[in-house]
C-alpha cells in the first residue's frame, strides 16, 4: 500500500461575541494581516505478509513507515515572540516515522473450544524535526507581517517503542476468556541545536 496527499488551506480563525453580533460572516482582521494559512504533505507506504505453517500456526508481519511535513503560520503579534521561550509564529514540522509489528498465532481447537494464541514483537520509531520562526521581518514602521522570518526553536524529537506481548483466547459457545501479557519499552529523546536560550536537550526512559 502506497499513498501520498498534500492539502493547502487559509485560516480564516474566529470572531469575538462582538465581531459576530456585528457582521457573522466577516473576517477578524489578524488572518488577514498574517495571512495566516497552513500546508500539509504526507506520504505513507505499508505492507502485510502472512505465512501459514500448517497444524493452525502462521507467521503474521507488517510493516509501516511514512513522512510528514507541516507548515503553518499562526496570527501571534510580534510582541508575544520577544521572549526568548518563545518558538515564534510559524510552525515548521517534518516527521519520519516508521514501525513493524511480527507474531507468530496458532489457532487450533481445545478441549471442545477454538483456542487463538499469538506472541511477538511490535516496535515503532518516530523522528520529528521541529523548527519555528518569526512571521515578520523588520521593525516598524517598514515591518512585514506574515512572512518567514528569524528562526526561533530548532530540535529533533524522537520517540522509540519496542514490545514483546503473548496473548490467549479461548471461546466456547457463549463462553469467551481471554488474557495477555506486553512489556512497553520506550525512550524518548530531545536535541536542541537552537542555543540562544540554552541548551533543551535531555533523553528518558520508561518500561513496564
Do not use: C
Not at 21 to 44: G, H
Not at 159 to 168: E, G, I, K, Q, V
Amino acid at each position: 500500500m502506497f499513498n501520498r496527499q498534500t492539502a493547502f488551506a487559509f485560516e480564516p480563525q474566529g470572531l469575538t461575541q462582538a465581531q459576530f453580533d456585528a457582521n457573522p460572516v466577516q473576517i477578524a482582521p489578524q488572518p488577514l494581516l498574517y495571512n495566516t494559512r497552513k500546508s500539509v504533505s504526507q506520504t505513507q507506504a505499508g505492507l502485510a505478509w502472512d505465512q501459514a505453517l500448517g497444524g493452525g500456526h502462521k507467521l503474521e508481519l507488517m510493516a509501516y513507515g511514512g513522512q510528514r511535513q507541516i507548515v503553518q503560520y499562526l496570527s501571534l503579534p510580534p510582541g508575544a515572540q520577544a521572549a526568548p521561550t518563545t518558538s515564534g509564529g510559524v510552525i515548521d514540522l517534518d516527521r519520519d516515522y516508521l514501525g513493524f509489528n511480527a507474531r507468530w498465532r496458532l489457532q487450533t481447537e481445545w478441549r471442545g473450544g477454538q483456542l487463538d494464541l499469538s506472541a511477538g514483537f511490535a516496535g515503532d520509531r518516530q523522528s520529528d524535526l521541529r523548527r519555528g520562526y518569526e512571521n515578520f521581518l523588520g521593525t516598524p514602521p517598514n515591518r512585514t507581517l506574515g512572512v518567514l522570518g528569524a528562526i526561533r526553536r530548532n530540535e529533533t524529537n524522537r520517540a522509540t517503542t519496542l514490545d514483546p506481548y503473548l496473548r490467549a483466547s479461548w471461546q466456547k459457545e457463549d463462553l469467551t476468556l481471554e488474557g495477555g501479557l506486553r512489556r512497553v519499552n520506550a525512550r524518548y529523546s530531545s536535541d536542541d541545536v537552537f542555543l540562544a536560550n540554552g541548551d533543551q536537550s535531555g533523553a528518558t526512559r520508561f518500561s513496564g
